[in-house]
C-alpha cells in the first residue's frame, strides 16, 4: 500500500509518483501521513517536507500552501518548492549571509 | 571606381502600390569630386521636382531592405516558437489551478453553514482603487503596448468620474516608462517583467497588491491585461482580482461573473498551412469530495492559506495570457513587415533595372551617334 504524492506549483509539478510516507510541516506543527490515514485539509508553512521512498529519505523545501490528504492521495499545493537535490550549498550560504544582513 | 559619400533624403511610404509614386530626392555635397568616373547618373539638385537617384544608392538600397526582410522574418519566426512556449507554460500551470478549484469548491461546500470571516474576501465601500497594468517589455509589437494604456487611461478617467481615488502597479517596460513620463498619476510600484512570467514574478505583484488591500489603502484591486483572443484580435480586459469571491470566481467590473471551474486555454495550431490560435474551454470536474474531510487547522486558517495561492495563480495567469497576446502581435506586425519589405524591393528592383537600361540604351545611341558623325 503506497501514498500517491503529488506537489504542485503554478509553473510546474515538482513530483508526482508513489511514496511510502512523508513528514510534512504545517502550521500546528509536523505531522506524518502513512498509508491509509484519515483524509485531513491543512495548511502548508514554509517548512521542509520529507519523502521517504524505501528506507531512504528524500527531502524537499516548500514556500508555504495548502496540502490535502484523501484515499492514499496526497496532494500539495504551494507557491515554490524546490528539491534539495537542485540546491547548490554554495549559493544557498550566501543567500542567506545576505538575508541575515539585511534582517539587521 | 570612387565612393562618394552621399547624403540622401529618403522618403518611403509605408505602402507602395505603383512604382512611379517612389521617389529619392538627393542632395549632394561632394559633387565636385566626381570627376573622372561618374558611372552612377548624374542626379540634379532641384527642391521643387524629385529626382530618381543614382544606380549605386538603389543597390545599396535594395540590400538594406533585403537585410530587413530578413531580420522581421527571424523576428516573426522567433515570436511564434515563443508563443509555443508560453502555451506550454499555460498547460503547465492547469493541474494547480484545477486543483485549487477542486479544493476551494470543496472546502466552500463545507463551510457554507458556517460564518467565515476571511480578509481577503471582504467587501468594502470602495475609495480607493488599484489597477494592475500588465504590459510588454519590448515594441515591435503593433498596437499591443498602446491598447492595454488606453485602456488604463480610459479605466482612471472612469474612476476620475466617480470621485474614487486611485494607484497604478506598473507591470513592463513600456508600461513603467509611459507612468514615469507622467508624474501626475500616482503609482505604487513599478515591477519588472521577464520573458517568462514565473511564479516568483505573480508572488511579487500578488504581494504587493495583497498588502495594499490589507492594509485598507485601497478598497478593490483590478488587473489589466490583454485577453489572448485569437493571432490577429486581442483584446485588453479588466478584472477584479480583489475582494475575492469564496467561491473563486473570476470577475469582470460589470460585475459578470466566470466560474472559476469553467477554464479557457488557447492552443497554437496549423489550419490549411497557417499558423492559427484556437482556444479550448474546459470545465473542471469538481466532484463531491468525502464529507468526512476533517480540517487540521482553523477552517479560516485553511483559507487564509488557499486564497493567496488563488491569488497567485490568478495573476500568473494574467501575465501568461498578456506575454502570448504580446508575441502574437509582434508575430502579426513582423509578417506584415515583411510583406512590405518584400514589396518594396521589388518596386526598387523594377526602378533600377529600368535606369540601367536607360543608361545603357544612352552609351549605345552616343557611340552610335559617335560613329554616324565621323561617317
Known sequence: MTLNLCVLTPNRIVWDSEVKEIILSTNS???GVLPNHAPIATAVDIGILRIRLNDQWVTM????????????????????????????????????????ANLS | MSCSNLTMLVSSKPSISDASNLSFRSVLNPFQLLSQNSPSCSPSRSSVTPVQCGLRELRTRIESVKNTQKITEAMKLVAAAKVRRAQ?????????????VEVLYNINEQLQTEDIDVPLTKVRPVKKVALVVCTGDRGLCGGFNNNIIKKAEKRIAELKDLGLDYTIISVGKKGNSYFLRRPYIPVDRFLEGGTLPTAKEAQAIADDAFSLFISEEVDKVELL????????????????????SPKGEIC?????????????????????????????????????????????????????????????????????????????????????????????????SIIYNRERQAKITGEILEIVAGANALQ
Open chain 1, 61 to 100: 523545501a516548500l514556500m508555504g500552501g495548502f496540502a490535502r490528504i484523501g484515499n492514499n492521495k496526497i496532494t500539495i499545493l504551494v507557491n515554490d518548492a524546490e528539491k534539495s537535490s537542485d540546491i547548490d550549498p554554495e549559493e544557498a550560504k550566501q543567500t542567506l549571509e545576505i538575508a541575515e
Open chain 2, 88 to 100: 506550454e507554460a499555460v498547460v503547465n500551470g492547469r493541474p494547480f489551478s484545477e486543483t485549487l
Open chain 2, 225 to 244: 491585461y490583454t485577453k489572448f483572443v485569437s493571432l490577429v484580435k486581442s483584446d485588453p480586459v479588466i478584472h477584479t482580482l480583489l475582494p475575492l
Open chain 2, 252 to 348: 469582470d467590473i460589470n460585475g459578470n461573473c466566470v466560474d472559476a471551474a469553467d477554464d479557457e486555454f488557447f492552443r497554437l495550431t496549423t489550419k490549411e498551412g497557417k499558423l492559427t490560435v484556437e482556444r479550448d474551454s474546459v470545465r473542471t470536474k469538481t466532484e463531491d469530495y468525502s464529507p468526512i474531510l476533517e480540517f487540521e487547522q482553523d477552517p479560516v486558517q485553511i483559507l487564509d492559506a488557499l486564497l493567496p495561492l488563488y491569488l497567485n495563480s490568478q495573476v500568473l495567469r494574467a501575465l501568461q495570457e498578456s506575454l502570448a497576446s504580446e508575441l502574437a502581435a509582434r508575430m502579426s506586425a513582423m509578417s506584415s513587415a515583411t510583406d512590405n519589405a518584400v514589396e518594396l524591393k521589388k518596386n526598387l
Open chain 1, 29 to 31: 506543527g509536523q505531522i
